[in-house]
């Protein structure tokens, strides 16, 4: 195996005249390290970019936050002007209810009421009496409701007398299913049906007794009583 080397005058010339350096030396002649002044800038331009995108961040953020608060305010205007419309509405219905409610009847609540206490009679021809005024027995859907009628009687009947009070409700039809006259379930429970001697909730008659009204002894609660009983008839439209 044949070595080949400089001939050792030739490498004395070179080592003698610089040409041949050490590793190190030809790295640091060929990539000098930066200037400190270059390295300065170029650290001051990467801080500089970042404050730049930080603020775009900032801004973006400051202009969306501005937007949402606008679009709020906006929805709320919108919120208010459609609560004054809705309050306009129902005082116009209230109005406009109040003037359908001609004499002898009573503007009640979203309904025109009549209550004769003078007419007593039973359940079937206390409907024929409010069908003749162009009514019915009353009804309600709703406590608001209930609250508006009891309301009502209890001004009419300011003498405190006993008398109990047709309602349009009756389970005839099918026992245990109290329905109005106008074909809806009434309501069930407390607070419209009472009970006896505080303990026997109403409905409590069974088959006998199969028509609602409003009994006075219990505060006008809502009980079953005996259709062919006496009560006065209130009238609704």
């Not at 003698?16 to 990539?31: D, I, K, M, T, Y």
């Not at 007593?120 to 009804?139: E, I, N, T, V």
């Amino acid at each position: 195996m044949m070595t080949w080397s400089l001939p050792l005058f030739l490498l004395a010339t070179l080592t003698a005249s610089g040409a041949l350096q050490e590793p190190e030396s030809l790295q640091h002649e060929l990539f000098p390290p930066p200037h400190q002044n270059c390295t300065q800038s170029l650290t001051d331009y990467l801080l500089l970019r970042q404050e730049v995108q930080l603020s775009k961040m900032v801004t973006a953020e400051e202009a969306t936050t501005q937007l949402m608060k606008e679009n709020l305010q906006m929805l709320t205007q919108v919120s208010e002007t459609l609560t004054q419309l809705n309050q306009k509405v129902q005082e116009n219905k209230q109005t406009e209810k109040r003037r359908e409610c001609s004499p002898p009847f009573s503007s009640v609540g979203d309904s025109c009421l009549l209550l004769t206490l003078r007419e007593k009679q039973d359940w079937a021809s206390a409907r024929q009496f409010c069908l003749r005024m162009g009514a019915d027995l009353a009804h309600f859907s709703d406590a608001a409701g209930y609250v508006d009628i009891l309301k009502y009687v209890n001004e009419i009947n300011a003498h405190d007398e006993m008398t109990d009070i047709w309602l349009g409700g009756t389970d005839e039809a099918q026992e245990g299913t109290w329905l109005w006259v106008t074909g809806e379930p009434m309501p069930e429970g407390p607070p419209f049906w009472g009970s006896r001697n505080d303990y026997e909730s109403a409905p409590d008659g069974g088959r006998s007794q199969n028509c609602a009204g409003m009994y006075k002894r219990d505060r006008y609660y809502v009980h079953d009583l005996r259709c062919n009983g006496s009560a006065a008839p209130l009238c609704q439209k």
